[in-house]
């Protein structure tokens, strides 16, 4: 059974960082992507980034652009979410989630099969 589980999220003030965590188990397909997207309340599910597991090739949104960096660890299966200089716009729940590597856009929420129970950021201004 594949198994998400973020933790990271928090409270910061404007200009400040965090870092999230992506622990990932039961994955029994190869290859896959990771993504972190967010949602904040009445707004739809926003992409903030992709991982290609095999490859490490990332993908980010371009409100997070210069300001976001993914990264991993194979030996933990874990991934990360380096968040710098935060806005009070980037408050939201964070999720990640995991994906087969196929044709669909890895920015939509929809081409994901499996998500965490997701982190709250909250960036004071």
């Known amino acids: 059974q594949v198994h998400l589980v973020e933790s990271g999220g928090g409270l910061v003030q404007a200009g400040g960082s965090l870092r999230l965590s992506c622990a990932v188990s039961?994955?029994?397909?190869?290859?896959?992507?990771l993504g972190w997207f967010r949602q904040a309340p009445a707004k739809e599910r926003e992409f903030v980034s992709r991982l290609s597991w095999m490859s490490g090739a990332t993908t980010y949104g371009d409100p997070v652009k210069g300001r976001f960096t993914v990264s991993r660890d194979s030996a933990k299966n874990e991934m990360y979410l380096q968040m710098n200089s935060l806005k009070p716009e980037d408050t939201a729940v964070y999720y990640c989630g995991v994906r087969r590597v196929a044709g669909a856009d890895p920015r939509v929420s929809s081409s994901y099969e499996h998500w965490g129970q997701g982190t709250q950021v909250t960036v004071s201004s």
């Open positions: 039961g994955l029994t397909f190869t290859p896959y992507d």
